[in-house]
Nanobody
Framework: QVQLVESGGGLVQAGGSLRLSCAAS????????MGWYRQAPGKQRELVAR???????NYADSVKGRFTISRDNAKITVYLQMNSLKPEDTAVYYC????????????????WGQGTQVTVSS
């Protein structure tokens, strides 16, 4: 069974840093683009950052210059380095892949992790 498991969330003061990790497990042949989304209470889930398997990235305007997404294809892991955190960054952060091909050839579209809470205090 393919899973995306996030880690690294927590409580941090404004101006601080956190690094989120998302590790994919299971019989995986290929993962397409991976991304981080977040959802604050009462708000819709929004894209934070996305990276293709070739390394191309895009970011939400609100995090440009503060967050960096990266991936280790050998470890099938994607990271989100978050610096200069602000209280408005408080949310549950979700890892996502828009396409996974398993060793058996099954295509899993739009796979999500369980989420990790990030809380930034002022």
């Amino acid at each position: 069974q393919v899973q995306l498991v996030e880690s690294g969330g927590g409580l941090v003061q404004a101006g601080g840093s956190l690094r989120l990790s998302c590790a994919a497990s299971g019989s995986i042949r290929r993962i397409n683009a991976m991304g981080w989304y977040r959802q604050a209470p009462g708000k819709q889930r929004e894209l934070v950052a996305r990276i293709t398997n070739g390394g191309s990235t895009n970011y939400a305007d609100s995090v440009k210059g503060r967050f960096t997404i990266s991936r280790d294809n050998a470890k099938i892991t994607v990271y989100l380095q978050m610096n200069s955190l602000k209280p408005e960054d408080t949310a549950v952060y979700y890892c996502n892949s828009d396409g996974i091909i398993t060793d058996s050839g099954t295509y899993l579209a739009n796979k999500w992790g369980q989420g990790t809470q990030v809380t930034v205090s002022s």
